[in-house]
T-cell receptor, first 111, second 116 residues
């Protein structure tokens, strides 16, 4: 089955700096890679996603890159703000088979 | 309306009880999902329904029984649970099953279940 690793487990950055979170997956058949943000006591919310036929996607301060050959994908947040503080989960979806989340990264943006 | 609702918000049940969790969406989504999330852990997929048919069952114990009575409703029937089943149970929905296209998955607020 699929296995998703995520690094780092915790990340502290100064407000205005960039944050990068990396994930690797094991199942080459996985074709959809979303990123979720979960604030304490709240539901996960999709912040950006990418499909296996695309190498990069950007939405304002957030970008995701995918390297299918190496089976890894990364989340980039620029100009971080205190409200970006949360737990971020990457995930890998293999249609009809499985959907596995990474263990999460706790991001703290220090004012 | 981009909301997934779940009832109840909290549930405490004994190991011999039978209870049900309910999830509802009125966005016309054809895929619905159940997840289990323990504290400080990622959500774990339990079941996926696509067009009211079970698409994925992640080897969940039979004490958890899903039901999709129509395209807007998803239930999770609970029976003879163990204390280690205590967790936040999240429901989600998407236009079509993830992986088919770039459909966003919307999560409900969850039901916090405690098994005593």
């Amino acid at each position: 089955g699929e296995n998703v690793e995520q690094h780092p487990s915790t990340l502290s950055v100064q407000e205005g700096d960039s944050a990068v979170i990396k994930c690797t997956y094991s199942d080459s058949a996985s074709n959809y890679f979303p990123w979720y943000k979960q604030e304490l006591g709240k539901r996960p919310q999709l912040i950006i996603d990418i499909r296996s036929n695309v190498g990069e996607k950007k939405d304002q301060r957030i970008a995701v890159t995918l390297n299918k050959t190496a089976k890894h994908f990364s989340l980039h947040i620029t100009e971080t703000q205190p409200e970006d503080s949360a737990v971020y989960f990457c995930a890998a979806y293999n249609y009809g088979q499985n959907f596995v989340f990474g263990p999460g990264t706790r991001l703290s943006v220090l004012p | 309306d981009t909301e997934v609702t779940q009832t109840p918000k909290h549930l405490v049940m004994g190991m011999t009880n039978k209870k049900s969790l309910k999830c509802e969406q009125h966005m016309g989504h054809r895929a619905m999902y159940w997840y289990k999330q323990k504290a400080k852990k990622p959500p774990e997929l339990m079941f996926v329904y696509s067009y009211e048919k079970l698409s994925i069952n992640e080897s969940v114990p039979s004490r958890f029984s899903p039901e999709c009575p129509n395209s807007s409703l998803l239930n999770l029937h609970l029976h003879a649970l163990q204390p280690e089943d205590s967790a936040l149970y999240l429901c989600a929905s998407s236009q079509e099953e993830l992986g088919l296209a770039e459909y966003e998955q919307y999560f409900g607020p969850g039901t916090r279940l405690t098994v005593t």
